[in-house]
């Protein structure tokens, strides 16, 4: 399905091109690495009503929420989905990312080098775990077949490194960093990063408050993040991600909602759940599972969603239209502007901004 944009902006969303997303972002803004502790990133705070910026630490975001307000987080846990095998016949070297499961045995996967990896190639990883190459599809992608005896999990856990983006060039000591602390179901290409800054002890401040939090899971795939290709942002088309939706999560957001509260979503992937959901259910976030390829830019008629905690996004980026459909194109970028000039670290282990 299309994304559904605000029908009464559409003559602004055709002349959106990707390049109006673009922010000059120096190398050294990218972080390498976590900060020693999760809370200890640094929080710019935009206050939508009156467009006020504040700059303090994630520990601080207790002080923006309030009793009656419900967070909503991405419960999905990264798989050490990047593995390393050789051709069987050769002997070359091939790498591996599993992004999706489609069954017992078939997995979507990138893999480098691709022009060698034809169809038929078998690749042995281990002596537990063996790989053909069925098929070529859209995007270069390969499907594979995997042979293996045990639980793949387990083999994955004992042979796989975590899948950390190309523009982290350090060696992660921690894998652990690379999951939130409330990470519980295998299925992620990649980390929903905005949740990377909680503690358990700041959740636990949170609820104290009187700050409800709920779950759902998207699993994310590399879709998520492929450039944007095409020079009319509307043109572009967004890969399938999994997610679902409990009924505590659906009741929670309801009475939320009801009471006066805010549905504040923890990173990018709680709002594709949440507004994918409302957007197929006439406006109401239900109990369900399924599959979406919303794709959220200025225009957009938010249904949910009331407040956003997330990470600072790469320059043309999909995740970076979205957060500007929550506020103000321009806004966004000149507070992206601001904080390249003031030393805020960028994208996965960087710093957050909580936009309310």
């Known amino acids: 399905m299309r994304p559904t944009g605000n029908k009464g902006d559409e003559s602004a969303l055709e002349t959106l091109s990707t390049k109006d997303f673009y922010y000059d972002l120096p190398e050294d803004r ?3 690495t976590p900060e020693e ?26 002080d923006y929420l309030n009793p ?14 990047r593995i390393f095998g050789k051709k069987a016949e050769t002997g070359g070297k091939v790498e591996f990312l599993l992004l999706k499961r489609l069954d017992e045995k078939r997995w979507e996967t990138m893999v480098k080098p691709g022009k060698k990896a034809l169809p038929g190639a078998k690749i042995v990883f281990s002596d537990k775990l063996q790989g053909e190459i069925l098929e070529t599809i859209d995007g270069g992608l390969r499907i594979v077949s995997f042979d293996y005896e045990g639980v793949f999990e387990e083999i994955l856990g004992e042979l796989g490194t975590m899948p950390l983006p190309p523009y982290i060039h350090e060696t992660l000591e921690d894998q652990e960093r690379y999951q939130t602390v409330y990470a519980k179901h295998n299925g992620s290409a990649a980390a929903p990063t905005a949740g990377l800054h909680f503690t358990e002890d700041l959740i636990e401040r949170l609820h104290q408050k009187g700050v409800a939090t709920a779950e759902v899971t998207l699993h994310v ?12 942002i509307t043109e572009h088309h967004m890969h399938q991600e999994a997610y679902q939706v409990p009924e505590a999560t659906a ?8 009471k006066g509260g805010r549905v504040i979503a923890v990173g990018t992937t709680s709002v594709r759940t949440l507004e994918s959901v409302a957007r197929d259910h006439g406006g109401q976030v239900v109990a369900c599972e399924g599959a979406t390829d919303i794709f959220i830019y200025p225009g957009y008629r938010w249904q949910v969603v009331d407040g956003l905690i997330t990470n600072f996004h790469l320059p043309e980026s999909t995740l970076l239209m979205l957060v500007s459909s929550f506020y103000n194109r321009e806004a966004v970028l000149a507070a992206y502007r601001r904080a390249v000039e003031t030393g805020y670290r960028f994208f996965s282990f960087g710093d957050a901004m909580f936009i309310e």
């Open 30 to 32: 990218i972080a390498q």
């Open 68 to 81: 009656g307000d419900l967070l909503v987080m991405n419960n999905t846990r990264v798989l050490p989905a």
């Open 221 to 232: 795939g590399i879709g998520t993040f492929r450039p944007v290709k095409c020079d009319n």
């Open 251 to 258: 009741l929670a957001i309801a009475e939320t909602k009801a």
């Open 37 to 62: 502790k999760r809370d200890h990133s640094r929080l710019m705070v935009i206050h939508r009503k009156d467009g006020c910026i504040e700059d303090r630490h994630f520990s601080d975001i207790i």
